[in-house]
């Protein structure tokens, strides 16, 4: 049974860096037939989508245009980990985060993360 | 403009049937388009459900009941959720995604209410 926990500190004052990790059991980071996916929830930006990081012989990433000059996804092989990081966060950065695998075969979100509530605030 | 638009809320009795919308962006040509659903209950995060693209193309959940399922309306430029047989814990937030411009968009989301 695949499980992603997830941690990091859930408190950030203005420009501060939003780092979050989610450990993989029962898949790997580094397979082929997922990819592996950072999403927040807020009350005014609803679902959003971040980015992911995926391997294809190698390692790939994408980033949402919205935060794609402030953001960094990298997996860990040897922790089978991924980790998010979002630069000079303002009080829009608010929100629950999770990780999320999404499978390749049929293309679906399956297993999340718990989510980490990120509040931003001086 | 948003590129998925969801009503905010949404009543239907026990028993009965709920219809979902999701409005593709005037422009956009739903009939591209997979779209995705999930289902979302407080302090969890979404669960999958269903996804619709065509009656060749479309899947349904693991262990999601055969009264959810999806559908679109070409007309109206939008991805369409249907449950019949409504029941109580069928009351959760409903949220549609698609793949566009190299992401995933999410619509605003419905809160269904049972009652």
């Known amino acids: 049974q695949v499980q992603l926990q997830q941690s990091g500190p859930g408190l950030l004052k203005p420009s501060q860096t939003l780092s979050l990790t989610c450990d993989i059991s029962?898949?790997?980071?580094?397979?082929?037939?997922?990819?592996w996916n950072w999403i927040r929830q807020s009350p005014s930006r609803g679902l959003e989508w971040l980015g992911r990081?995926?391997?294809?012989?190698?390692?790939?990433?994408d980033y949402a245009v919205s935060v794609k000059s402030r953001i960094s996804i990298d997996p860990d092989t040897s922790k089978n980990q991924f980790s998010l990081q979002l630069i000079s966060v303002t009080p829009e950065d608010t929100a629950m985060y999770y990780c999320?695998?999404?499978?390749?075969?049929?293309?679906?979100?399956?297993?999340w993360g718990q989510g980490t509530l990120v509040t931003v605030s001086s | 403009q948003a590129v998925l638009t969801q009503p905010s809320s949404l009543s239907a009795s026990p028993g009965a049937s709920a219809s979902l919308t999701c409005t593709l962006r005037?422009?956009?040509?739903?009939?591209?388009?997979?779209f995705y659903w999930y289902q979302q209950k407080p302090g969890s995060p979404p669960q999958y459900l269903l996804r619709?693209?065509?009656?060749?193309?479309?899947?349904?959940g693991s262990g999601v009941p055969s009264r959810f399922f999806g559908s679109k309306d070409v007309s109206g430029n939008a991805g369409l959720l249907l449950i019949s047989g409504l029941q109580s814990e069928d009351e959760a937030d409903y949220y549609c995604?698609?793949?566009?411009?190299?992401?995933?968009?999410f619509g605003g989301g419905t809160k269904l209410t049972v009652l």
């Open positions: 999320a695998r999404k499978r390749v075969a049929d293309d679906v979100f399956d297993v």
């Open positions: 029962g898949d790997s980071v580094s397979s082929n037939s997922a990819t």
């Open positions: 990081t995926y391997y294809r012989s190698r390692s790939y990433n």
């Open positions: 005037s422009g956009i040509n739903v009939e591209t388009y997979r």
């Open positions: 619709f693209k065509s009656v060749s193309d479309k899947q349904q």
């Open positions: 995604m698609i793949w566009h411009n190299s992401a995933w968009v």
